[in-house]
C-alpha cells in the first residue's frame, strides 16, 4: 500500500445549453476558443465540453478547482448565450444529437437521439496494478448506492426505480466482457480470470 495523501483528479463533461431554449447547443468549439484552456476540449457530438480539474491531494483542493474552473467556463459561455450544465443527462426534445460521422454510437436503442449524457470521471492514485486491483474490488459493493446518487441515475432520491432506462445497464447486458472485479486482490489473479475467459470463447481477446 502506499502510504500518505492520494493524488486525485477529476475529469467532468459538460453541458452546453442554448440560455434562450434550454436545449442542447452545438458550441464547443466556440467556447473552446473563447475559453483559451489546453484543459478544455470537445467531446462526442459538439454540445458537450470535458474540463479537466487537475490533480489535487486533498478533497478541499478538489472541489474548489472544480467550482473554480466552472464557474470560468460559465462565464466564457455566457458571453455566447450559452449555459453550462453540469449534470449527467440532458434531455433534448427535438435536437439532434448523434455523433459525428467518425463518431461510434454510444448504446443499443441509440439513447443519444433523446438524451445528452454527460460523464464525471474520477481518478485516484494508487502505487501499482496490485493495489489498484485490491481497491477496485472494495469498490464494487458500493457501486449501486454510487449508481443511485449519480445525476443522470435511472433511480431517484428515495432508492425507487424512475422508469428511465440505465445506458450503463444496456451495455452491460450488451457485452459479455463487462463484469465486476475479479475475485482477487492481484493484478495477476485478474490476467489469470481473463485467460481463462478467454478460453471459453465467449469473448475474442482481453481487447
Same mark, same amino acid.
Given at each position: 500500500?502506499?502510504?500518505?495523501?492520494?493524488?486525485?483528479?477529476?475529469?467532468? @463533461?459538460?453541458? $452546453?445549453?442554448? $440560455?434562450?431554449?434550454? $436545449?442542447? *447547443?452545438?458550441?464547443?468549439? %466556440?467556447?473552446?476558443?473563447?475559453?483559451?484552456?489546453?484543459?478544455?476540449? !470537445?467531446?462526442?457530438?459538439?454540445?458537450?465540453? !470535458?474540463?479537466?480539474?487537475?490533480?489535487?491531494? &486533498?478533497?478541499?483542493?478538489?472541489?474548489?478547482?472544480?467550482?473554480?474552473?466552472?464557474?470560468? #467556463? =460559465?462565464?466564457?459561455?455566457?458571453? #455566447?448565450?450559452?449555459?453550462? +450544465?453540469?449534470?449527467?443527462? +440532458?434531455?433534448?426534445?427535438?435536437?439532434? $444529437?448523434?455523433? /459525428?460521422?467518425? /463518431?461510434?454510437?454510444?448504446?443499443?436503442?441509440?439513447?443519444?437521439?433523446?438524451?445528452?449524457? *454527460?460523464?464525471?470521471?474520477?481518478?485516484? %492514485?494508487?502505487?501499482?496494478?496490485? @493495489? =489498484?486491483?485490491?481497491?477496485?474490488?472494495?469498490? +464494487?459493493?458500493?457501486?449501486?448506492?454510487?449508481?443511485?446518487? =449519480?445525476?443522470?441515475?435511472?433511480?431517484?432520491?428515495?432508492?425507487?426505480?424512475?422508469?428511465? *432506462?440505465?445506458?450503463?445497464?444496456?451495455?452491460?447486458?450488451?457485452?459479455?466482457?463487462? +463484469?465486476?472485479?475479479?475475485?482477487?486482490? &492481484?493484478?495477476?489473479?485478474?490476467? @489469470?480470470? @481473463?485467460?481463462? #475467459?478467454? /478460453?471459453?470463447?465467449?469473448? =475474442?481477446?482481453?481487447?
Amino acid at each position: 500500500m502506499t502510504e500518505g495523501s492520494r493524488q486525485i483528479r477529476v475529469e467532468e @463533461e459538460l453541458h $452546453l445549453v442554448d $440560455l434562450r431554449t434550454r $436545449l442542447p *447547443a452545438r458550441r464547443a468549439a %466556440e467556447v473552446i476558443a473563447a475559453a483559451s484552456d489546453d484543459q478544455v476540449r !470537445s467531446t462526442r457530438h459538439g454540445a458537450l465540453i !470535458s474540463s479537466d480539474c487537475g490533480g489535487h491531494r &486533498t478533497l478541499d483542493d478538489l472541489g474548489t478547482a472544480i467550482r473554480d474552473r466552472r464557474k470560468r #467556463l =460559465a462565464d466564457v459561455a455566457n458571453d #455566447l448565450r450559452t449555459g453550462i +450544465v453540469a449534470a449527467g443527462a +440532458v434531455s433534448s426534445p427535438g435536437v439532434a $444529437l448523434a455523433p /459525428e460521422p467518425d /463518431e461510434p454510437g454510444t448504446a443499443p436503442g441509440h439513447e443519444f437521439r433523446t438524451r445528452a449524457a *454527460a460523464r464525471f470521471v474520477v481518478t485516484v %492514485e494508487v502505487a501499482d496494478a496490485d @493495489e =489498484a486491483q485490491f481497491v477496485a474490488r472494495r469498490v +464494487v459493493p458500493h457501486a449501486p448506492a454510487l449508481l443511485a446518487l =449519480a445525476a443522470g441515475s435511472p433511480f431517484r432520491a428515495d432508492g425507487s426505480d424512475s422508469g428511465y *432506462a440505465s445506458v450503463r445497464s444496456f451495455e452491460a447486458r450488451w457485452s459479455p466482457t463487462h +463484469v465486476s472485479a475479479f475475485r482477487t486482490d &492481484t493484478a495477476a489473479g485478474v490476467l @489469470e480470470s @481473463e485467460d481463462a #475467459l478467454v /478460453e471459453t470463447g465467449v469473448v =475474442a481477446d482481453r481487447g
